[in-house]
Protein backbone atom coordinates (compact mmCIF):
# COMPACT_ATOMS: atom_id res chain seq x y z
CA UNK A 1 0.00 0.00 0.00
CA UNK A 2 3.01 2.28 1.24
CA UNK A 3 4.90 1.61 -2.35
CA UNK A 4 1.31 2.69 -4.31
CA UNK A 5 0.65 5.88 -2.55
CA UNK A 6 4.19 6.88 -3.02
CA UNK A 7 4.43 5.72 -6.56
CA UNK A 8 0.99 7.86 -6.90
CA UNK A 9 3.07 10.92 -5.23
CA UNK A 10 5.74 10.82 -7.51
CA UNK A 11 3.64 10.57 -10.45
CA UNK A 12 1.90 13.84 -9.86
CA UNK A 13 5.08 15.14 -8.68
CA UNK A 14 7.01 14.21 -11.68
CA UNK A 15 4.19 15.76 -13.71
CA UNK A 16 5.50 19.11 -12.97
CA UNK A 17 9.42 18.27 -12.75
CA UNK A 18 11.69 16.00 -13.60
CA UNK A 19 12.89 12.63 -10.74
CA UNK A 20 16.26 14.81 -9.83
CA UNK A 21 15.00 17.89 -9.29
CA UNK A 22 12.51 16.01 -6.81
CA UNK A 23 15.28 14.11 -5.39
CA UNK A 24 17.16 17.52 -5.43
CA UNK A 25 13.97 19.32 -3.46
CA UNK A 26 14.10 16.10 -1.18
CA UNK A 27 17.61 16.47 0.23
CA UNK A 28 16.96 20.14 0.28
CA UNK A 29 14.15 19.65 3.02
CA UNK A 30 16.27 16.62 4.34
CA UNK A 31 19.61 19.06 5.32
CA UNK A 32 17.31 22.00 5.90
CA UNK A 33 15.60 19.65 9.06
CA UNK A 34 18.82 18.85 10.31
CA UNK A 35 21.93 20.34 9.10
CA UNK A 36 24.83 18.29 10.30
CA UNK A 37 23.63 14.97 8.27
CA UNK A 38 26.68 13.59 7.00
CA UNK A 39 27.06 12.76 3.10
CA UNK A 40 26.18 9.23 3.65
CA UNK A 41 23.32 9.54 6.23
CA UNK A 42 21.77 11.98 3.76
CA UNK A 43 22.50 9.63 0.86
CA UNK A 44 20.55 7.27 3.54
CA UNK A 45 17.70 9.23 4.20
CA UNK A 46 16.80 10.26 0.65
CA UNK A 47 17.30 6.33 -0.84
CA UNK A 48 14.99 5.19 2.50
CA UNK A 49 12.46 7.88 0.69
CA UNK A 50 12.26 6.48 -2.62
CA UNK A 51 12.20 2.82 -2.17
CA UNK A 52 12.20 0.87 -5.65
CA UNK A 53 11.51 -2.89 -6.73
CA UNK A 54 13.27 -2.84 -9.49
CA UNK A 55 17.08 -3.17 -9.54
CA UNK A 56 17.87 -0.58 -12.06
CA UNK A 57 15.30 2.22 -10.62
CA UNK A 58 16.93 1.82 -7.28
CA UNK A 59 20.44 2.29 -8.87
CA UNK A 60 19.15 4.79 -10.24
CA UNK A 61 17.57 6.47 -6.94
CA UNK A 62 20.70 5.97 -4.98
CA UNK A 63 22.75 7.60 -7.93
CA UNK A 64 20.44 10.41 -7.87
CA UNK A 65 20.31 10.73 -3.88
CA UNK A 66 24.39 10.71 -3.42
CA UNK A 67 24.24 13.74 -6.55
CA UNK A 68 22.19 15.78 -4.73
CA UNK A 69 23.25 14.93 -1.42
CA UNK A 70 26.91 15.92 -2.71
CA UNK A 71 25.59 19.17 -4.06
CA UNK A 72 23.63 20.44 -1.61
CA UNK A 73 26.71 19.52 1.10
CA UNK A 74 29.50 20.98 -1.26
CA UNK A 75 27.28 24.24 -1.85
CA UNK A 76 26.96 24.31 1.56
CA UNK A 77 30.87 24.23 2.97
CA UNK A 78 33.95 25.47 2.18
CA UNK A 79 34.66 23.82 -0.86
CA UNK A 80 33.52 24.92 -4.01
CA UNK A 81 34.57 23.70 -7.45
CA UNK A 82 36.56 26.01 -9.96
CA UNK A 83 35.04 28.56 -11.95
CA UNK A 84 36.18 30.60 -14.71
CA UNK A 85 36.99 33.90 -14.14
CA UNK A 86 34.46 36.91 -15.29
CA UNK A 87 35.05 39.70 -17.64
CA UNK A 88 35.60 41.49 -14.56
CA UNK A 89 38.22 39.22 -13.16
CA UNK A 90 35.70 37.85 -10.33
CA UNK A 91 34.92 34.12 -10.21
CA UNK A 92 31.36 34.16 -10.56
CA UNK A 93 29.42 31.11 -8.17
CA UNK A 94 29.04 27.97 -9.88
CA UNK A 95 25.50 26.71 -11.46
CA UNK A 96 24.07 23.81 -10.04
CA UNK A 97 24.99 22.11 -13.36
CA UNK A 98 29.47 22.89 -12.63
CA UNK A 99 29.16 21.64 -9.36
CA UNK A 100 27.07 18.19 -10.75
CA UNK A 101 29.80 17.99 -13.87
CA UNK A 102 32.70 18.55 -11.02
CA UNK A 103 31.03 15.57 -8.54
CA UNK A 104 33.80 12.44 -8.72
CA UNK A 105 32.79 8.83 -9.31
CA UNK A 106 29.95 7.56 -5.79
CA UNK A 107 32.48 6.05 -3.56
CA UNK A 108 35.17 9.16 -3.00
CA UNK A 109 34.14 12.67 -1.87
CA UNK A 110 35.02 16.14 -3.45
CA UNK A 111 36.49 17.12 0.14
Known sequence: MKVVVLALLCGVALGQM???ELVGHEVHALLQ???TLSLADCVSKC????????????????HACHTECTIERWSTSTHTPPAPPSASG??????????????????????
Open 47 to 62: DDLFPMADDRDEQATD
Open 18 to 20: DFQ
Open 90 to 111: REPPPTRWEVRDAIPDEGTTPY
Open 33 to 35: ADS
